[in-house]
T-cell receptor, first 121, second 113 residues
């Protein structure tokens, strides 16, 4: 069974600090996708990044960066120079392949429990 | 990425009643999904809404409680039937197209008294 563990329930930092959110996953699939989503207080879920299991290159997008380590089954997310607007719950998610006859190439997502990040001014 | 809207954005309902939540996508998508997020918890997949066939429900969720419709490639509804306070949650729909990335609607905050 798929499993995503976000061991950090809550993190509190002061603005401009760097912060890393941890994500560890378990899967028997050889092909899978990993995701990060942000859920601000308003409640909507905002897609941040998708990474496939064959691409272990780290990625940087502005103040955000992601470190994918297949050897340790981890997909960690770092925010550099955090800002108050970064305050949100962040979810890591893992996809699994659906049954061959289910149609299309769409995947079921398994979410971690989320990490509440509070950035204080 | 697809833009997804949901109606209603929030509602307060009495126990024993039913509520139908609508999800509209601005483009045709292969699959749509319905999730529940109980207070302070993560997201749990309720079912996958398949166009032209019955929805596929996850363990712990049944059609009688959460009937789903998918009349076309841009629209789906989820009904929460015979509600109890335990059904108080945020209900989110999502869709995925050719990229397999799921994009989410803004959610429906349901409170059952």
């Amino acid at each position: 069974a798929q499993k995503v563990t976000q061991a950090q329930t809550e993190i509190s930092v002061v603005e401009k600090e760097d912060v890393t959110l941890d994500c560890v996953y378990e899967t028997r699939d050889t092909t899978y996708y990993l995701f990060w989503y942000k859920q601000p207080p308003s409640g909507e879920l905002v897609f941040l990044i998708r990474r496939n299991s064959f691409d272990e290159q780290n990625e940087i997008s502005g103040r955000y960066s992601w470190n994918f380590q297949k050897s340790t089954s981890s997909f960690n997310f770092t925010i550099t120079a955090s800002q108050v607007v970064d305050s949100a719950v962040y979810f890591c998610a893992l996809s699994e392949s659906k049954a061959p006859n289910s149609g299309g190439s769409n995947y079921k997502l398994t979410f971690g429990k989320g990490t509440l990040l509070t950035v204080n001014p | 990425s697809a833009v997804i809207s949901q109606k209603p954005s929030r509602d307060i309902c009495q126990r024993g009643t039913s509520l139908t939540i609508q999800c509209q996508v601005d483009s045709q998508v292969t699959m749509m999904f319905w999730y529940r997020q109980q207070p302070g918890q993560s997201l749990t997949l309720i079912a996958t809404a398949n166009q032209g066939s019955e929805a596929t429900y996850e363990s712990g969720f049944v059609i009688d409680k959460f009937p789903i419709s998918r009349p076309n490639l841009t629209f789906s509804t989820l009904t929460v039937s015979n509600m109890s306070p335990e059904d108080s949650s945020i209900y989110l729909c999502s869709s995925s197209g050719s990229t397999d990335t799921q994009y989410f609607g803004p959610g429906t905050r349901l409170t059952v008294l």
